[in-house]
């Protein structure tokens, strides 16, 4: 009879603590993932941020380059694929990725365009709205550079979790896979030349 019992509290402890473990493990991947969104969600805010910023600076130099008319539409262009670039958080592969680092590289090219106007417009560059605006979207790409490196930070971080053994059989059973890392452009280890 006592045998019987304790086989019956080991049974029932091993249970629970193989409950707890999985428990624990499934809640730090949803944790984990979740931290992943939300950075994704700051990446796509600084990137908003910097759409937002491009109407006032179009118009700024409208009124001063007007004959920059390719240019100006090149911007607004630009800018409107960038913002109807959407990756949700669950599709974000290599190639979704690489799609809206490509839309947001060609805004990138072309406000570099926009910027270079600036030297041959001295009224314009001594615009304090134009400055406001430069100094604003400097800030803002600066920002867009840490959120980036913080999202990889964060992708790291999950992926390692997701596939170390024997997490990696309770991520696959509850659907949890590797994140793709957010990677430069091609041609972007050049810096385009933007003068202020």
Do not use: C
Not at 136 to 145: D, F, P, Y
Request: avoid cysteine.
């Amino acid at each position: 009879m006592k045998k019987g019992i304790w086989i019956l509290v080991i049974v029932i402890v091993a249970a629970l603590g193989i409950f707890f473990w999985l428990k624990g493990t499934y809640n730090e991947l949803v944790s984990r993932s979740q931290g992943v969104a939300a950075q994704w969600a700051n990446v796509e805010n600084q990137y908003q941020r910097r759409a937002d910023l491009i109407p006032n600076l179009v118009n700024t130099v409208k009124g001063y380059a007007a004959h920059e008319q390719s240019t100006l539409e090149g911007v607004v262009d630009a800018r409107a694929r960038a913002t109807q670039m959407q990756v949700n958080f669950n599709d974000l592969n290599e190639q979704t990725l690489a799609e809206y680092a490509q839309a947001q590289g060609e805004l990138s090219s072309a406000l570099s365009r926009l910027m270079a106007i600036s030297e041959a417009y001295p009224d314009l560059k001594a615009n304090q709205n134009f400055r406001d605006l430069q100094t604003q979207l400097e800030g803002t790409e600066n920002r867009i550079a840490v959120e980036r490196r913080r999202f990889n930070e964060m992708v790291q971080s999950y992926n390692v979790y997701v596939q170390q053994f024997p997490r990696n059989l309770i991520a696959g059973m509850f659907g949890f896979t590797p994140k793709s890392f957010f990677a430069a452009a091609a041609g972007a280890e050049k810096a385009p030349e933007v003068q202020f």
